[in-house]
């Protein structure tokens, strides 16, 4: 069964090499700027809820404790995707790229539906509304940027090979 090395065999006609988790493939531009992009979206989220503030009507103490809290737990996971591990992929994927996109789109769709304009919007907004606006299409433009690099081929590739304890490359006997 063993091929005289160890951590390698083999396998009816293939040859299999344990790799151990520590040493894992490097980690691809691609994911780190991935990384940095989901980091500015989550800050971009931070500073319009602050910006808000000084609205008319401000968000109550509560509901910015409340978004700290998950914008904490969201950086936690997105510092994550440096795993390589394919689940926080999915997951950022899922809450940042998906619902929290479409959470920060659904009120301005819903403003022009309703017959708004964005030159109206822009005459009559408040300082305070304008950089609010300007932080949300930034925050947009990030999330946009971020998924687009944790499926470009390099990251594909990272996630691919890299897995919680180990990884097992298997050839074709004979092939290294």
């Known amino acids: 069964m063993w ?7 083999t396998l009816g006609s293939m040859t299999t090499t344990v790799v151990p988790s520590g040493s ?31 609205a008319p009507v401000p968000p109550a103490t509560g509901e ?13 996971v997105v510092l994550q995707l440096r795993s390589g591990h394919g689940v926080y992929r999915w997951t950022v994927l899922g809450v940042l790229g998906v619902l929290g996109t479409a959470s920060l789109v659904v009120e301005p769709v819903r403003a022009l539906a309703d ?11 408040t300082a305070p509304e304008l950089v609010a606006a300007a932080l949300r299409g930034l925050h947009v433009v990030e999330v946009i940027a971020a998924v687009l690099l944790l499926f470009h081929p390099a990251a594909r590739a990272f996630y691919r090979t890299t897995s919680p304890s180990t990884t097992v490359v298997a050839a074709p006997a004979g092939i290294r």
Do not use: K, M, Q, T
């Open 3 to 9: 091929a005289g090395r160890p951590g390698a065999g």
């Open 115 to 125: 017959g708004g304009s964005v030159g109206l919007f822009l005459v009559s907004a």
């Open 64 to 76: 910015l404790a409340v978004r700290a809290g998950i914008y904490l737990v969201l950086g936690v």
């Open 24 to 54: 894992r493939p490097a980690l691809p531009s691609a994911v780190g700027l991935s990384v940095a992009l989901w980091l500015g979206a989550i800050l971009a989220g931070l500073a319009e809820s602050l910006v808000r503030l000084a």
